[in-house]
């Protein structure tokens, strides 16, 4: 039988029948549908915390003071690293790029009558690449401040607002902790992390943090950048001993610090995302398998409603195959249909999910494997009542009431 | 006019098929219609009981034949066989040559479809479907082209040139059945099989029908009507009365001209 004939009669009993048509399908569109959206869902979660982590800056590799202690006694303190420690990290380990020492702490910070409380943070000039942060306006200081101890500060963009509003803040006085500070440049916007809002800060060199500010000389972290191509692997474990050998750890000692790898970071996150993002993909394909089962039951009902019908197309010389085929046909038109329109209901319920601050973006990909599942469900829950039509003796299928 | 001319061309076959269908009729002897020693057995309830107990019969080209007997007869079975529905347990059956007896499923829907045309008592018209895809139907399990084209001229030759595009449900049963008639003859069979094709219509459009069925024979068709009706077996010009399986009687009805001869 020629096919465009065979697409035209299914088409026919599927109109035939509209309301069970569409109930049926309703399994697959749910089904399709719930797929296409919860892995959206999947993907923007994953592509949003990825570039969460990777706007903190390329290749960064962070040392934090760790406590260590035996038996609940603390024998190292976290005020143990130091500016000879990133000194030594930069010279020692030929991977690392640029190093910047951190401290910082929260300090009322004024202009004229405005008051603001906020991270002051000190840092080398490095830290701009090293943080993956650019100037709006202004410049950052240089290494000559940072030695000369100079009084400048860089805003977030955050602060500036809080302390200027819509004013130039470039080359005024601001006053932190009672030490007068001049304005140079002003960061552009990050956006804020949660944890920590780099628009809400503001950036002196740490030579003055240090000796006029904080009064202590021990880092809160020290930021690193590694070379491109570097083996994180490798350079963090020459780092490790690098500081190990610094602070006098002998083997077997437990170290009083920890490396932070964004790479590292990195994979984790995104294997433990991928696998959020089948699972939920999962779950929603069970719905797929309950829409097939609804089409399998609807075919066998159809097919013995039907009886008398086969009879009489095989008496008139269809043959097993053709039988089979147009049954096959209706299911498979039916879960196709049902998993195209699933597919546009998925997508417009990622678009409109991702509207409402959640990000959810439909991978092309992911429809395309979708439908064909779909397609796929179709034929095998479609085959075994086509199947047992197309068994069906002529004689007693014509004599069925 | 002769509409079957139109037709013949359409059901080209194989040179080898031919051959092989000359040598075979050349041992089966003439005939368009042979059985030979046909026995078909079945089990009810534990005992074999032979429905068709050894039928042999030829039915000629051109002949209009009816097949008669009481209900438990045979000749439904006869009619299954005859049909291609359903294969002997033994004996032979030879269609214009072809020994059909021991084919497989698909080889006889293949048969059904170009050398058989079904009538049946309640039409078995597929609903939703207009006259002409009714019609049209055996050719597209063919692959032919043109069907539509060849569905009308068969609706023509039945008289419902203008119901080409009813619905089943939209037409009388007298008109059902021609369009079943329709369909049996737009293949151009070797054979018309009809199952008590008046048995559910009423005696004017039971009249009618049988009139068309005049009117095919005249035209050169075979046709065998299954009845059980003496008027409808007293109008064809021999008929095969069955019984326990047999052939009882074969020749010319026993009713007679009577029933038939004030028409």
């Known amino acids: 039988m020629l096919f465009w004939t065979t697409i035209k009669l299914a088409l026919r009993s599927l109109a035939a029948n509209k309301l069970r048509t569409l109930l049926t399908m309703l399994g697959m569109i749910i089904g399709v549908g719930s797929v296409i959206t919860m892995l959206a869902l999947g993907h923007g979660m994953q592509q949003q915390v990825l570039s969460n982590i990777s706007a903190m800056g390329k290749n960064l590799l962070a040392v934090h003071p760790k406590w260590t202690g035996t038996n609940g006694v603390i024998n190292a303190t976290r005020e143990n690293l ?161 500081l190990r050998r610094r602070h006098h750890l002998l083997f ?11 790479e590292q970071l990195l994979q984790t996150v995104s294997r433990v995302t991928e696998t959020l993002t089948l699972f939920l993909g999962a779950v929603a ?63 417009a319920l990622s678009h409109f999910i991702h509207f409402q601050k959640f990000v959810a973006q439909v991978q092309t990909s992911n429809v395309v494997i979708a439908m064909s599942i779909a397609a796929g469900i179709g034929i095998f829950f479609g085959y075994y009542p086509a199947w047992r039509a197309a068994q069906l003796n002529p004689i007693e299928a014509l004599r069925y009431e | 006019m002769r509409p079957v001319e139109l037709m013949t061309h359409t059901t080209p076959e194989p040179a080898r098929l031919q051959s ?11 005939g368009l219609i042979r059985t030979h020693n046909v026995v078909k057995r079945y089990l009810v309830g534990g005992t074999e009981v032979r429905a068709l107990d050894g039928v042999t019969l030829t039915i000629h080209e051109g002949e209009l034949v009816a097949i008669t007997g009481s209900s438990g007869s045979g000749k439904s079975t006869l009619m299954n066989i005859l049909g291609c529905l359903d294969s002997p347990d033994s004996g032979d059956y030879f269609i214009a040559g072809e020994d059909v007896s021991k084919l497989k499923s698909d080889q006889l829907a293949r048969i059904r479809n170009r050398r058989i045309g079904f009538v049946f008592q309640s ?28 569905a009308r001229e068969a609706l023509e030759i039945v008289g419902l040139g203008d119901r080409l595009d009813h619905e089943p449900n939209q037409l009388s049963g007298g008109q059902r059945q021609r369009v079943a008639i329709a369909r049996a003859i737009v293949t151009d069979p070797a054979i018309i099989l009809a199952d008590e094709p008046t048995g559910n219509l009423d005696s004017r459009s039971g009249d009618e029908i049988l009139k068309l069925f005049e009117t095919l024979h005249q035209q050169g068709r075979t046709i065998l009507i299954v009845t059980h009706d003496p008027d409808i077996a007293a109008f064809c010009p021999r008929e095969i009365n069955m019984r326990d399986g047999k052939v009882l009687r074969d020749g010319a009805p026993a009713a007679g001209l009577t029933a038939h001869g004030g028409d």
């Not at chain 1, 000369?148 to 005024?172: C, K, M, R, W």
């Not at chain 1, 077997?252 to 964004?262: A, N």
């Not at chain 1, 095989?314 to 998993?339: H, P, T, W, Y």
Request: proline content about 4%; overall charge neutral; charged content about 20%.
């Open chain 2, 20 to 30: 092989r269908a000359g040598a075979v009729a050349a041992a089966a002897g003439p």
């Open chain 1, 285 to 347: 394909g069970i719905s797929l398998l309950v829409g097939g089962i609804g089409i399998m039951n609807i075919m066998l009902v159809t097919v013995t409603e039907r009886t008398r019908e086969i009879g009489v197309r095989k008496a008139i010389g269809a043959c097993n195959s053709d039988i089979l085929r147009q049954f096959m046909l209706e299911a498979v038109l039916v879960s196709v249909l049902g998993g195209a329109l699933g597919a546009a209901m998925g997508v």
């Open chain 1, 82 to 242: 130091t500016v000879g420690d990133a000194r030594a990290l930069l010279r020692d380990v030929p991977q690392i790029r640029r190093v910047t020492p951190v401290l910082g702490q929260r300090e009322q910070v004024t202009y004229l009558n405005k008051n603001t409380n906020c991270e002051v943070v000190g840092c080398a000039t490095t830290l701009l690449v090293v943080r993956n942060y650019t100037i709006a306006k202004g410049r950052m200081f240089n290494h000559f401040e940072t030695r000369l101890e100079s009084h400048v500060a860089v805003l977030g963009p955050e602060t500036a607002y809080d302390l200027f509003g819509v004013l130039n803040p470039i080359g005024q006085t601001i006053n932190i902790a009672g030490n007068q500070f001049e304005v140079i440049g002003i960061l552009k916007s990050k956006g804020s992390r949660g944890w920590f809002n780099p628009d809400n800060q503001i950036l002196i060199p740490y030579t003055t943090g240090m000796d006029q500010i904080f009064g202590r000389f021990y880092l809160d972290h020290i930021d690193m950048q590694m070379a491109g191509k570097a083996n994180v692997e490798k350079v963090l474990n020459e780092c490790i001993s690098v």
């Open chain 2, 123 to 150: 039409f078995n018209l597929l609903p939703r479907l207009s006259s002409v895809e009714n019609v049209e139907l055996p050719l597209l399990y063919a692959g032919r082209h043109h069907a539509a084209a060849k």
């Open chain 1, 252 to 262: 077997g000692d437990p170290s009083d610090f920890h490396i932070f790898s964004q």
